[in-house]
């Protein structure tokens, strides 16, 4: 008896292990695709957009050690200014705390760049990928947008915008090989898999507030 019911339970598992896995792949082949054709990695090829949206990250790594992700996020926003490829610069993260602020210090980091502040606009609620989205839309009143982050989070964040009726394409800043890139690639798949979570309980903002202009 103690056998069987072993067996029934490793059965159970394994079932719902699969699901789990064919679900994750559901998932990402559904954003995957809903994004071909509107991501760019050529400066040549990339649309112009009035507005690039950066999506914000930490600056440092949790053991002090630059941020890869971020610094190639800066390098690729300004590779499109410079080339005219974008006219404004919208930077959206997190800014729960007084310790962490991502909007100011991408903001001081592209100034610092060459990007005149005045081209600089600020979301200090895009606590999330589609508090990012949403709130271009609806706060900062964009019917369209190049975003920027690496290729796979462009992805996430065209799939979200589609759905919710901003018409978004990516440019894709370096992606981060190695260890680090890995852990990060694994995040993602659970991440794809949250966006239609979110999706399906019609999940709101954190914050909405006042409109802004960008002009």
């Known amino acids: ?36 054709g509107k991501t760019y990695s050529s400066l040549n090829t990339v649309p112009k957009n009035r507005v690039g949206l950066v999506l914000g990250t930490a600056k440092k790594l ?29 930077v959206s993260g ?10 100011t210090t991408i903001k001081k980091d592209l100034i610092d760049q060459g990007i005149p502040q005045e081209r600089i606009y600020l979301d200090y609620a895009g606590f999330r990928t589609l508090d990012s989205m949403v709130r271009a839309n609806v706060v900062f009143g964009l019917d369209s947008v190049t975003v920027i982050s690496q290729k796979f989070h462009n992805e996430r964040a065209i799939y979200i915008a589609g759905q919710k009726g901003l018409d978004a394409i990516g440019y894709n800043a370096m992606d981060v090989p190695g260890k680090g890139g890995f852990k ?32």
């Open 94 to 103: 997190d800014n729960e705390t007084v310790y962490y602020n991502e909007p």
């Open 1 to 36: 008896m103690g056998k069987v019911f072993i067996k029934g339970f490793f059965k159970k598992i394994g079932f719902l292990f699969a699901g789990g896995l064919l679900l994750i792949f559901i998932c990402d082949m559904i954003i995957e695709s809903g994004a071909k």
């Open 184 to 215: 990060v690639q694994i995040r993602e798949y659970f991440a794809r898999v949250k966006v239609f979570i979110d999706l399906l309980l019609k999940t709101e903002p954190k914050f909405y507030g006042n409109t802004i202009e960008i002009k």
């Open 62 to 90: 949790i053991g002090g050690q630059p941020n890869p992700y971020y610094s190639n996020r800066i390098k690729a926003t300004v590779e499109l200014y410079n080339s005219n490829k974008i006219d404004f610069v919208l």
